[in-house]
């Protein structure tokens, strides 16, 4: 059995929804799980008692949170669908909440598989991680062919799988991590303990929202255009997103180095590590701009032959080439700012740079019916955005101000 149109379309709403609730959550506790375990290994000297107290506080924290998503989408995932185009009435709402709230019931999974991997990543291990997500995926491939192939569930097997694969790739590494640290959820100290981190995931969520949202915002912009430069939008994002994730593995290699020298209070190896990072992210970003550019005439028709959406592609890649740079610097300051502990000033500093970034997009709806004007003001706001996001990072680093600060006390006092 094999999915027909109206099922894909199905569960590409139903992830969309499932996505657009989990992203606001699971992406900051992946950071802060990454940063407290860290913290803790650096300021205890990779104590089993401390990083054994963090590790099970951040993985309490995510049983919470996975149950509190799990339920949100049962309840408002149905008018969830509506607003992204799946009524009651319309055809693809039963594929869609089929797949949403089995989703739903997994989603516990899906945040504790995500948090044992920022556990892994605050103690150095990226190997365990590895592993687990390629099983995740053997394990759904397989359990795809099965159900929906062989027993014909359709959507319904597809939810499944997915939630199976997260199951046994959580299992796994819990397994291993209990094997080296003692975690426990017994006790008020336990919920104590997982409190702490409330505070730094709920600060991530803010800037999680208004990034999300200037994102939104973009898309929304181009799809008040034609089909094809909407479409060129989403081809330009793409490429644009699929190269960052580059940087984002410096950015993991930073905050985990960064939060363990800072933690134990070697100013001159974390000065080092920020400089390191902060030049290979810089040559990253030169390197992704060179084969962009280079790979210009033939990336794009990877995705389309549509002349018109080529032409459209044509007008705004410029911007995907020149901003590498700036991109890779952008992830690769995240990085610095969280091993800083910084959760609070990175809120606080992606409301200044979603500001003008929207403005900038919002000035291209006076160029009304000039679609390639209007599709170059959102890909200025973008680029804006990224710009101020390194900015507003680089200037209290470079000033030794808070949140940096921590990073040169000793050198200062000596």
């Given amino acids: 059995m094999q999915a027909g149109a109206v099922q894909l379309a199905g569960v590409g709403i139903a992830l969309s929804v499932y996505s657009t ?21 650096g300021e205890h000297g990779g104590s089993h008692k401390e990083v054994s107290e963090a590790a099970s506080a951040v993985l309490l924290l995510a049983v919470i949170v996975g149950l509190c998503e799990g339920v949100f989408l049962l309840v408002a995932g149905g008018p969830g669908l509506g607003v992204w185009g799946a009524g009651a009435t319309s055809a693809m709402r039963p594929d869609a ?35 687990a997500t390629l099983i995740c995926n053997g ?6 062919a099965v159900f929906i192939m062989y027993f014909g569930w359709g959507v319904r097997g597809a939810a499944w799988a997915t939630i199976i694969g997260q199951g046994v790739a959580a299992l796994g590494l819990f397994a291993v991590l209990s094997r080296r640290y003692s975690i426990s959820f017994k006790g008020k100290a336990a919920l104590t303990s997982a409190a702490k981190f409330l505070k730094p995931t709920g600060l991530l969520v803010l800037r999680t929202m208004a990034s ?15 089909s094809a430069h909407a ?7 793409q490429l644009w997103l699929a ?12 905050q985990t180095l960064l939060a363990r020298s800072v933690a ?23 390197f992704l701009g060179g084969a962009s550019g280079a790979s210009s005439s033939i990336l794009p028709k990877l995705f389309t032959s549509d002349p018109a959406v080529l032409a459209g592609i044509s007008a705004i890649y410029p911007w995907v080439i020149l901003t590498q740079p700036i991109n890779a610097l952008a992830f690769v300051w995240d990085g610095v700012l969280y091993g800083c502990n910084g959760f609070k000033y990175a809120a606080k500093a992606m409301a200044v740079c979603a500001a003008p970034a929207v403005s900038c997009m919002l000035l291209g709806l006076e160029f009304s019916g000039d679609y390639d004007a209007q599709l170059t003001s959102v890909w200025l706001g973008l680029s804006l955005l990224m710009v101020m996001r390194c900015l507003t990072i680089y200037i209290p680093y470079r000033l030794r101000r808070s949140p940096f600060d921590v990073m040169f006390i000793k050198q200062d006092t000596a």
Avoid at 243 to 254: F, G, I
């Fill in 21 to 41: 609730v989990t992203k606001l959550f699971n992406v900051p506790l992946l950071s802060v799980a990454t940063s407290s375990v860290a913290t803790a290994y």
């Fill in 97 to 131: 909440w089929t797949y949403l709230s089995i989703r739903g019931l997994g989603a516990p999974f899906t945040v504790i598989l995500l948090v044992l991997q920022g556990v892994f990543r605050g103690l150095g291990d990226t190997k365990s991680p590895l592993w």
């Fill in 139 to 144: 394990v759904n491939v397989v359990l795809d």
């Fill in 212 to 226: 999300t949202a200037t994102f939104a915002l973009a898309t929304a912009l181009t799809a008040r255009t034609d």
């Fill in 231 to 237: 479409a060129a939008h989403q081809i330009c994002l």
């Fill in 243 to 254: 190269s960052s994730l580059l940087a984002d593995s410096l950015a993991v290699a930073a």
């Fill in 264 to 286: 134990a209070r070697n100013s001159a190896v974390s000065q080092v590590i920020a400089l390191r990072v902060l030049r290979w992210g810089l040559l990253l970003g030169v």
